[in-house]
């Protein structure tokens, strides 16, 4: 996860993804746009896996209230 946050914050071309964070969907399509992941369904499952039941349990578990 370090890596993957270094990359992200180190690299200009994630500014805009950056600047949403507070919107999952739009930072999703902003690391697709500028070529985060080649997959052209990369947003949907992420998207996917961040609105599911076992993300939801799992923050549950670990007291966490869940996403909004």
Known sequence: FNDYVSLIKGNERY???LAN???PERY???LHRVGYATDPGYASKILAIYR???LQQA???NGFS???
């Open 28 to 30: 999703v399509d902003e």
């Open 52 to 54: 599911g039941d076992e």
């Open 15 to 17: 500014e805009a993804a």
């Open 66 to 68: 869940g996403i909004d």
């Open 21 to 23: 964070t507070g919107n």
């Open 59 to 61: 923050l549950e578990r």
